[in-house]
């Protein structure tokens, strides 16, 4: 292991180890807010991003699935006003916890740092990305992980192309809680490398891969971000993913970094709140991922 990493995991697993809190995923403190999704494809919304960019919201089937999805782009961006060409603004992709607050909330509206946001919504009725195993009281395990995964890759790759403009080598991931196990579990291993993803963030979550691995991810970067209260399960399911990304990922030792300094709860890295550490973190996404080492959240 290489030692910076190694250091990175032992302090991981130290702040990890300083309270135990008995909650589960299930029960994380969100606001949790449903919405009927329609059986079939559904005629976009438009609305105004906080930066005056324009927010496309929008339902679409794959697989069977209801795919809702928000992007926040330039105008000059959005296909219907210019016909389809290659973008040079990459993409911020928010995958939201359990109950889908931060897809509502949608923290990564925007551009930032060349990056377009991105939120996705879960097609399963109860808003886990990659389900529930009612057996389960982790809360970890995800038994439609890999159809989840597919459809979010089909809605990547066929469905957003022709609603924005985007350079698709700059597809970067962020995952919430919830988010983060689908995609540590199932979407890298499956799609980091297809689609050439260069960064990703798992927020307050994190998971082995649980199935093979597709491909070479030996020089993404991959942070993950946790805090010193999180829920008892990913106290033990994060360090285990750091693990074994860091078999994953050999391209150089700075590519992989953790940190669980801020005193709180779950996903509170602000300290205070749930949604306001979401929002903090996906405020320092791009300061994370270009550090060398876990960079320090700017509140």
């Known amino acids: ?32 807010q449903k919405t009927t999704q329609s059986s079939a494809s559904s005629a976009a919304k438009v609305s105004t991003a906080k930066d005056g960019s324009t927010i496309v919201d929008q339902t ?19 296909v219907s006003n210019n016909a389809t060409a290659k973008g040079t603004l990459g993409l911020n992709v928010l995958f939201h916890g359990d109950g889908g607050q931060s897809f509502f909330d949608f923290p990564n509206q925007g551009v930032n740092a060349n990056l377009m946001g991105v939120a996705l919504l879960t097609p399963d009725p109860d808003l886990r990305w990659g389900g529930s195993d009612p057996k389960d009281n982790t809360g970890l ?26 350079d698709s080598s700059k597809i970067f991931l962020e995952g919430v809680s919830g988010g983060s196990l689908l995609l540590s579990g199932f979407m890298i291993p499956t799609f980091g490398a297809l689609l050439a993803v260069p960064g990703a963030i798992m927020g307050c979550g994190g998971l082995v891969p649980q199935v093979p691995v597709q491909g070479d991810i030996s020089n993404l970067r991959l942070h993950f971000q946790s805090t010193t209260d999180d829920l008892a399960p990913l106290k033990t399911s994060i360090p285990q993913a750091i693990k074994a990304y860091e078999k994953l990922i050999t391209g150089n ?43 320090a959240l700017v509140r």
């Open 1 to 32: 292991m290489p030692s910076a990493t190694k250091s990175i995991l032992l302090l991981f697993l130290g702040l990890q180890a300083l309270n135990l809190v008995p909650a589960l995923p299930t029960t994380q403190r969100l606001a949790a």
């Open 60 to 78: 679409v089937v794959i697989n069977g699935l209801n795919m809702r999805f928000k992007v926040s782009a330039p105008a000059t961006e959005l």
């Open 141 to 166: 395990v995800r038994p439609e992980g890999p159809a989840h995964s597919a459809a979010v890759n089909e809605l990547l790759t066929k469905v957003l192309p022709t609603v924005v403009n985007f």
């Open 253 to 295: 030792a700075s590519l992989l970094t953790a940190d669980a300094t801020p005193v709180g709860g779950h996903c509170e890295f602000d300290e205070k709140d749930f949604v306001s550490g979401v929002q903090l973190l996906t405020n320092n996404y791009n300061s994370v991922l270009t550090g060398a080492s876990p960079a």
